[in-house]
């Protein structure tokens, strides 16, 4: 019964990722890879002329073009279950649930939300997890096959572990060159502790190396270098290794601080146990201390590229939980009642971030799927009225953890309006959440003026002419007088578009006055 019960917590990851993915619109690039579909034409005239990315670019094409939120949705929430359970499972050398498994995996989940470097484009991003969770998964996936058959003395080659080899080579270029380092280093521990090289690990090394190939070697790649991205690589190598490592390498490292803390908290623990007699075991250590080092390496080895997008961060972030994994481990299996209780305690104290984090982004996120209504009726209408070049309203986060919450605002004009049937769909910046329109009640106040107000406190005022004068706004409890001049303000299309809170109740009646 307490084996059920602890499984448990894989269906409560599974539905916390679930629920907000479900939550999310499309937006950005899903857009493009919508348009850009499944044919291997379509994809191979993109490996040759945009990105080597072939695995991630397949994996967004097909998410997208089952234009189902359920299957998604699904899919997304298994995703961060199964990479989070890899992870959890490396140490171990099996996928078969264990002792402790419950309680190490819920606090590398909790560790994956509450410190992950940008959690908006890399999970809530139907293209960005393509590019960094599914091709990160494969990463784990690998690291956890290699690891068990490195510690299984395994022999044998596995053709599943030759396409795991392909697709996690083929995954981002941060980390596939630590793919193929990390199979070369396990041929170099065979031949430096037997004297011998084992064949499958050759077999394995070789596919790493061809799917890191595949990514690297893109003529698209090439392609793109000789553009807007010359005047990083006409740089000198150690110009950009100063750039990075002074404006980029650290501050990237920094967005990850909170699972440092875990690390330093879970190693006072360790050294607890140690204090009270236990022997600790240099294994786990030793592997704790080497995913750390290939963390950094993946990281530093972003000097190559003219760009470090907080998302790219993912990959750095995946072996800083391994490690965090291997420490884990360790700690739970030589702790003692106190150590034990140590470890529930931070556990309880991510649970408590996890909560208030979710709570905001929960809270954003409904606000922004609303908001997306508000943008397609917008699109429907101006079609129409035959207009085929005009503005939807940017999505308006409300506040969350940190701004890696909210997914990313890239905005191509032209392939939104080709997505939707129009020509030129321009998007204009709206400070403030104005999903009352596709949640509120509205009142007339004129021929061309609509109020719009929930009991949640949003207001608006849309009209087709400039608005001045005061705003009346009864409640059972209150009667508030609004100066326009304080409100916030956006003209889309035709319409001025006028935003301020209000008390959070029921509003009884609006007026427009003087």
Known sequence: MLKHVNKSILLIAFFAVFVLEWFTPIHSDDYRYALLGISFDAHLNHYLTWSGRVVADYVSALLLATESRWFVSTMTGLVVVAFCYFIVKTPTGTLKWKKHDALIFTLIFLTFWVANPNIGQTVFWIVGSANYLWTNLFVAAWIWNLYRIQQQREARTHVGMLLLGLLAGCSNESVAPFVVGLALLAIVYDYWQEKRIIA????YFLSALVGASILIFSPGNFIRAQGAHTVWY???????????????FFNHLALVWISYVVLVLLAIL??????QGHRI???NLGMAGLMLLVGLGTSFIMVA??????????STFLFFLLALSFLAREVVTVAGPRVMNGVYAVTGLMAAVFIWSYSLMYAAYTRVYQQDFVRVSIVKSQLSQGHKDFTVPDFHFLKMQNSGGHFGFFHDPQVYGRYFGAENVEKEKVNFDYSVLANGKQQALSGDTTAWFNNRGDFMLVSKRPLTGTVQVKTALSDTSLSLARFSVAKINDEYWYFSAIPEEDVAHVALLP
Not at 305 to 314: A, G, I, K, N
């Open 200 to 203: 499958n690990k050759i077999a």
């Open 270 to 275: 360790l050294f607890a146990a140690k204090r």
């Open 281 to 283: 075991k240099s294994a």
């Open 234 to 248: 006409n740089k000198s190598i150690a110009e950009r290794i100063t750039i990075h490592l002074s404006e980029r």
């Open 305 to 314: 590229s003219p760009s470090y997008p907080d998302r790219v961060m993912l």
